[in-house]
RNA sequence: GGCGUCGUGGCCGAAUGGCUAGGCACCGGAUUGCAAAUCCGUUUAUCCCAGUUCGAUUCUGGGCGGCGCCUCCA
């Protein structure tokens, strides 16, 4: 199969072609864990899932490792000084109000103080997040997951390689730097070289620190610091590790190659973040590439706009999953995780994604067509499955789509007309289409992740007492429907309704679903 | 200002130098006690300007607009 992405090095679609041949080293930039996981995060991290179960479908074996942010990097981390306010202290500070106003469920964080316990609570979460919405990653954590804070040795040698290798200086203060114009290549991947930066501008850096640095883009890798919330001893005295070195040390020992294949990460990462990674990984292992290709996801809008708190159009995965988000004074109904990983998943990554209470019920349509389909296969098969075969005309146009620089719409575009039609080989189709939710994943949602209790839109659970309510409500419904007493008939129907049921009338009697 | 990226119908979104996906929504019909669902059918488009061409939405150039980065951010 002729595989292209675009590749943000080069700024054009490249055949895609790997270190060691059939498999696939790739590294996602996770989430920092002070807070609650947002869908901006989610579109960006399910962007790489959706790439990494293409790869696999196509036949790879993919390594995928996607590292966790916990060691409390500063708001105004930049490349010069390390400003600001200390993230993970801002983060104590939030959990102790939330504490205190009992948001936080009794007994998740014994000491709101100990740093290691916010991580781990929201560590916890977001691997959670993760896994509701078929994140493969988050089903392997934490083998796949590394936390930034367990590699702290890594870091310093690493820190050390460079100063070693004329990369990197210790500065009058204290403070080790990686010097930028050791590295004739900063700015291959951002378009930022060093004249094109603005040096040290707006009055944010120091002068006192500028003066320190042999060039105003130097950025840090180790500042001595006691008064870091998280620190370690270190040969350059106590303190704690720049933003970038955590993603170079941890992508270079998990993957086991000091060259990997794929990188992806938000588009805002490229600059600085991704530019850092490049200059410390090559700077230490010498090769010319760290990541051979750079994949970069597009912001996601919600309803046309940039998602800010202030705007009150910031959700986070859990409120959207379990209703409590509200939007423009209205609050907005459970969505079903299938639903959104498929809202999340279903536009092109390199385009705006616009995040929209209409898309939500058009990816609810889709879901829900495909799971009929699936059920319809189901059905008609009749307990059979034929084997995987990836040369099912469908497979190979729905593979061929995504190989062209993952385009999901045109794949979509497959899928979907073929969900309506009539199947002349259910048992055939069928592997087909367990191929094809190897890569959505959303008919069911959760299908052939460990642990996972494969989950339909519009499955109940049998045991709820409220469904159990629903169900004879509609028992009660087909009798007075039976005597003819449409007046109560619509009653219990509208009862229904209210309580948030879809209710259809068939020949067989009355269903009910979300 | 510098570096990128995107711009298709009411919405989401493909494809293509000429025959113009798909989904959702809408509308009409069938069906139904009424709804819903389902089935059948239908309508609506290529940001602007110039160039190349027999013909461009598709190629080229120039605008305009959205978004991102250049400062923490997926």
Known sequence: MD?????????????????????VRMYSCGPTVYDFAHIGNFRSFLFADLLRRFLETAGFSVQHVMNITDVGHMTEDNAAD????????????????????????????????????????????????????????????????????????????MIADLIQRGHAYVAADGVVYFSVESFPEYGRLSGNTLEHLHEGKGGRVSDQNQALKRHPADFLLWKPDNHHIMKWDSPWGVGYPGWHIEC??????????????????????????????????????????????????????????????SKGNFFTVRQLLDGTATFQGEA??????????????????????????????????????????????ESAAGGQVAA????????????????????????????????????????????????????????PLGEGLPDCQPQYYGEFDEEDEAYQAALNLCRELDAARQQKDFA?????????????????????GTVISV
């Open 332 to 377: 907005l109904p459970a969505v079903h995780p299938a639903v959104l990983r498929y809202e999340l998943l279903k536009a092109h990554y390199r385009s705006n994604m616009n995040f929209t209470r209409k898309g939500l019920q058009d990816s609810a349509g889709a879901v829900k067509r495909l799971t009929e389909f699936r059920r319809r296969l």
């Open 248 to 309: 170079s040390v941890m992508a270079r020992q998990l993957l086991e190659s000091p060259v990997i294949d794929i990188h992806t990460g938000g588009e805002d990462l490229i600059f600085p973040h991704h530019e850092c990674e490049i200059a410390q990984s090559c700077g230490a292992s010498g090769h010319y590439s760290f990541a051979n290709f750079w994949i970069h996801a597009r912001f996601l809008l919600v309803e046309g706009e940039k998602m800010s708190k």
């Open 82 to 157: 390390g400003g600001g306010q200390d993230r993970m202290q801002e983060a104590i500070s939030r959990m102790k109000e939330n504490k205190k106003s009992g948001r936080v469920p009794e007994g998740a964080i014994s000491d709101p103080n100990d740093p290691y316990q916010i991580a781990e609570y929201f560590t916890r979460a977001f691997v959670n997040d993760g896994r509701s919405l078929a994140y493969k990653v988050a089903y392997e954590y934490p083998q796949k997951t590394p936390r930034a804070t367990e590699h702290i040795a890594g870091m310093q040698a």
């Open 3 to 23: 595989i292209r992405f675009y590749n943000t090095l080069s700024k054009q679609v490249e055949p895609f072609f790997t270190v060691t041949p059939g498999v």
């Open 388 to 443: 995987p075969d990836l040369q099912h005309p469908i497979v190979q146009r729905f593979l061929g789509c995504l190989a062209d620089d993952l385009n999901i719409a045109a794949a979509l575009g497959v899928v979907l007309p073929w969900a309506n039609e009539p199947s002349s080989d259910p048992a055939a189709d069928l592997a087909a289409f367990k191929l094809i939710n190897q890569v959505l994943n959303v008919a």
């Open 488 to 508: 109560r008939a619509d009653l219990i129907r509208s009862q229904l309704i209210e309580a948030g049921f879809d209710v259809k009338t068939t020949r067989e």
